[in-house]
């Protein structure tokens, strides 16, 4: 079994700043890449950052030169630091990893995905 759980979410003014985590735990053999996702109401899921083990990132249009995803492999982490938030940034935000975990056949990978974190922006 593995579990992700997301944090760090809260209420924010416009302009302000939040750091989102992602812990990962079980029984993991290796994890691959690492993303974070949101929701807003009546909206889509989409992808916010996207993190290979190597460290190499890439971020939707919307966030880049404000949001930095990070991760520490050796603590099974990754961060979402997000400064300058606007009013199209409040969401619910996830992160989503691809794990290899071992079980009784082996090495097993699959997605998984944490319960979200709600971040909302004031003015």
Known sequence: ???????????????????????????????????????????????????????????????????TVSRDNAKNTMFLQMSSLKPEDPAVYYCKATIGITDHTGISIGDYWGLGTQVTVSS
């Open 1 to 67: 079994q593995v579990q992700l759980v997301d944090s760090g979410g809260g209420l924010v003014q416009f302009g302000g700043s939040l750091r989102l985590s992602c812990a990962a735990s079980g029984s993991i053999y290796s994890i691959y890449n690492m993303g974070w996702y949101r929701q807003a109401p009546g909206k889509q899921r989409e992808l916010v950052a996207h993190i290979t083990p190597g460290g190499v990132t890439n971020y939707a249009d919307s966030v880049k030169g404000r949001f």
